[in-house]
C-alpha cells in the first residue's frame, strides 16, 4: 500500500524489493576507486559498435540484461520498464530496450533519471500495475560532450567547476513482496532461495520540485542542482521526522565537490548536518585528485552505476542498511541556456532499508 | 484499485475523474476545423515571448493554469505533474512548470507522451500516491522545425508522407474519486457542484512496447508510428475482450493519412475493423484539402490539444461516452536516424468513459 506522509513522501508499506541489479562502466570509470564493484567494464569507448550513442544504448541493454540474469528472470517476467538518459529524445533508453518486448515508459529528469526511475518502478509494482518493473538509466561521456558541450575533436578547456559525465549504466528490478511472499512470479524469483531477493526494500519515496536557483552556468551543474536537492532532503526529513543519523549513508547523484560544499551551505541555513554520513556518487566514482575530472563525476550513468553496484552490494552485505539515495538533475538544454536562461534543478529521493532475514 | 487484465491492461475500478483541463493551440491550428472548441488560440508565434522554445512552455504553462481555473483549484492543490515535450530534454515540460512548485516527473514518449502522462496520473491517482495529478504536453510548428528539421528560413521542401507539427499544448487534472466522493480535496472540488467534475473517468489503460517497422525516412513518421498502434489496440481489445463497436471512437495520436491507412491494413490482417469508428487527431486538427498539411498534423500537442478540447467536451456533451485514445510515438532523435537506425515506434492506450450521472 502507498501511504501518503507529510508534504511529499510517499510510504511504501510491503516495501517492493530489488530483486536484480546491474552495473557497467567505461574505461576511466573502471580505473576508479570503484573498479571492483562493477559488473562490467569496458575499455572500448563505442563497445564494439559504430557509434557512441549507440554504445550507450547498448550499456542500457548490458545491465538490463545483468539484472534479469542476478535475479535468474527473462525480459519477458517485467512487466515494464521505466528508462531514461541524458541524448535528446533520450535514444539510449529506445534503442536500448528496443528489442526486449517490455513495456516501456520513458522518463525523463536529467541526473535525477536515476531515483525516479527507481520510484517509478517501486510505486508501479506497490500499487499492484506490475508484479516486476525494471529501471534502468545511463549516459556515456563521449555522447554528452558532443551533444551538451563541443566536439571531441575541438578539445575544449574545461572550467574547474565542470564535471565529468560518466560512461555507465545502471539498472534495477524492483518485485512486489507481499505477506511474506512474492506476487506474481514468486516461484521463479524463490526459487534458487538467494536471500538477496527480498533484503533491499524501498521503503518511501520522495518526489521532488523544480528549484532554480538562478544559476545560468552550464558548467556549474552542481551549483544549479544543489538547491533542489536540499529542498528535497529537508522535505524527507521533515515528512518522516528522521534526521540525518537515521542513515548509514545519505548519498546525492552527482553534485560533485562544488554542489556537495553548496548543500551543505544550505542545509546548515535549516539546521541540517549531513556532513557525516553524506556521500556523492560524482565523487566516489572518480578520484578527483588523480582523474583529472575537476568538480568530480556526473550524468544518468554515474549515481546509476554507483547504485547499482558499490551502494546495493555494501547493502546486501549488510556493511550499511539505510540508505537515502537522492538524485539530482539539471534540467536544461543547450538551446535555452543559449537564450540566457537559467538552469532549474529537480531531485527524487528514494529511502531502500535492508530487511529482516 | 488497479487490476491487471489480459497481457497489458490496467483497469482502474474507482475510475480518476477528469476534473479539469484546458487546451491552446496557435494561429494555424485555429484557422482549422476545431477553431470553436479551443480554450485559446495565440496568433503570435513567439506568445509575446523571446523565443519559439519560451514560446511552448508558456503554452504548457497556460493549459495547466486553464485545466487549474476549470477544475476551480490552484496549483497548490495538485501533488504531482506529469509532463513532457519533443525538444531536446524536455524544457517546454520543465520551464514551462518551473514556477508552480508542482512535484514534477518528466516523461518521454514522443508524441506517445499525451497518453503516457494521462496514464501515469491516473495510475498515481488510482493507487493513493496523490489526490490530484496533472498531466500536460506541447509542440510547436517552429522549435520542432528547426530542431528536428531544417532553419524554417531554409524554406525545405516537405515530402508528401511529411506531418506538420502542431503549435499546441492540452493539459488535463485527474482526482481519485472513491465510494461517491473526491479523496483529499473533495470539498474544494465539490463545493460549486458542476457535474462536469466527476463525469469523465479513466476506465483503464494499456502501456505500449516499443515496435520497429524498419522504417529510415524521418519524414514518414506516420508509417513508423502505426505497428505500435496495432499492436496496442489489438492488445487492449484482446484483454479487454472487446470489439471496436464498443467504442463511440478510437482515435490514435497524429499517424495522419499515411499511418492510418497502415493502421487499417495492420489491423485488417487480424480482421479487426476500426474504420467505421476511428479518427486520427492529425487529421482532425487540420483540414488536409486546404491548409496545406500534407499528411496531417503531429507532435505532442497535436493530440493533447485535440483531447483537451474537441473530444472531452463532446464527452461531456454526452455526444459520445467511451472512448479509446491511442497516442503513438516515433522513439528517435535526427542523431540517430542519420547514424542509419530504423526509427522506432511506441503507442499507449486510455479507455474514457462517461460515469452515471
Not at 52 to 81: I, N, P, Y
Not at 151 to 172: D, E, F, K, N
Not at 173 to 191: D, T, W
Request: negative net charge; glycine residues 12%; charged residues 20%.
Amino acid at each position: 500500500m502507498i501511504n501518503r506522509i507529510g508534504e511529499r513522501t510517499l510510504a511504501l508499506t510491503d516495501k517492493p524489493r530489488v530483486v536484480g541489479f546491474g552495473s557497467a562502466v567505461g574505461k576511466k570509470e573502471g580505473e576508479g576507486p570503484l573498479e571492483k564493484w562493477f559488473d562490467k567494464i569496458y575499455t572500448d569507448t563505442t563497445m564494439g559498435g559504430e557509434t557512441w550513442e549507440k554504445a550507450e544504448a547498448a550499456l542500457q541493454k548490458k545491465t538490463v540484461t545483468l539484472a534479469l540474469e542476478s535475479a535468474g528472470l527473462d525480459a519477458a517476467d517485467v512487466d515494464c520498464a521505466f528508462a531514461g538518459d541524458l541524448l535528446n529524445q533520450c535514444v539510449s533508453s529506445s534503442y536500448g530496450l528496443r528489442d526486449l518486448g517490455i513495456p516501456f515508459l520513458g522518463q525523463y529528469g536529467a541526473c535525477s533519471t536515476v531515483a525516479q526511475t527507481i520510484a517509478m518502478a517501486s510505486l508501479c509494482v506497490e500499487s499492484g500495475a506490475a508484479d516486476v518493473a525494471a529501471a534502468v538509466t545511463s549516459s556515456h561521456f563521449c555522447s554528452a560532450e558532443r551533444q551538451f558541450r563541443y566536439p571531441l575533436q575541438y578539445g575544449g578547456q574545461r572550467t574547474p567547476t565542470a564535471q565529468w559525465t560518466v560512461t555507465g549504466s545502471g539498472s534495477a528490478l524492483l518485485a512486489a513482496y507481499q505477506n511474506g511472499a512474492f506476487r506474481g512470479i514468486g516461484g521463479k524469483l524463490g526459487e534458487n532461495g538467494i536471500n538477496m531477493k527480498r533484503q533491499i526494500g524501498v521503503e518511501s519515496v520522495c518526489i521532488g520540485k523544480i528549484i532554480d536557483m538562478g544559476i545560468t552556468d552550464a558548467n556549474n551543474m552542481g551549483a544549479a542542482m544543489a538547491g533542489a536537492a536540499a529542498d528535497t532532503i529537508y522535505r524527507y526529513l521533515n515528512d518522516t521526522a528522521a534526521s540525518p543519523n537515521d542513515f548509514d549513508l545519505i548519498v546525492t547523484g552527482d553534485l560533485g565537490r562544488v554542489g556537495s560544499d553548496l548543500l551543505y551551505e544550505l542545509l546548515g541555513k535549516e539546521n541540517v548536518d549531513i556532513t557525516q554520513n553524506h556521500k556523492d556518487c560524482g565523487l566516489l566514482i572518480f578520484d578527483t585528485e588523480t582523474q583529472d575530472v575537476h568538480a568530480g563525476g556526473s550524468g544518468c550513468g554515474c549515481s546509476a552505476s554507483v547504485l547499482c553496484s558499490y551502494i546495493m552490494k555494501r547493502m546486501l552485505k549488510r556493511e550499511i542498511n539505510s540508505v537515502l539515495f537522492v538524485a539530482t538533475g539539471a534540467l536544461m538544454s543547450p538551446t535555452i541556456v543559449q537564450q540566457g536562461e537559467s538552469i532549474p534543478g529537480i531531485a527524487h529521493a528514494v529511502h531502500f532499508v535492508n530487511c529482516a532475514e
